[in-house]
């Protein structure tokens, strides 16, 4: 079992309760109870809220899977392909619209499952 491949799983589960728990109580719910926003695009938002939940869970399970399964290597491409791209597009988004670091953390936790990921490659 790759050791490293497995907690990059468990770590995007992780992840994603954070993003249900909070994203839930600090997002998605404050923007669907926003009247200043047309409904496509508000309920458009809300359902990509959702798409990045059944993400994160495909991510854990492809990470889980690889641990598991060396011929799936495939699968910890794929899920670190994913957790890397996710960490890098949110610290570009917060350079770019002058954001705070703290303020959207989520390149943190995508940077932890990114490195388990690499250091699962090369073990």
């Known amino acids: 079992m790759n050791t490293f491949f497995m907690t990059a799983g468990i770590t995007t589960i992780v992840i994603c309760s954070i993003h249900c728990w909070f994203g839930g109580r600090y997002i ?22 959702h798409l990045v939940t059944l993400s994160l869970i495909a991510m854990a ?21 994913l957790s890397i791209t996710y960490c890098l597009w949110n610290l570009a988004l917060i350079l770019w619209k002058k954001q705070s670091f703290r303020g959207m953390p989520q390149w943190s936790l995508f940077f932890v499952s990114s490195l388990l990921g690499v250091i699962g490659f090369s073990v």
């Open 61 to 81: 399970a492809a990470f889980i899977w690889a641990a598991l399964s060396p011929e799936a290597i495939e699968l910890a491409v794929l899920a670190l392909a």
């Open 28 to 49: 998605a719910e404050p923007l669907l109870r926003a009247r200043d926003i047309h409904e496509v695009p508000k309920y458009t938002n809300y359902y990509c809220w």
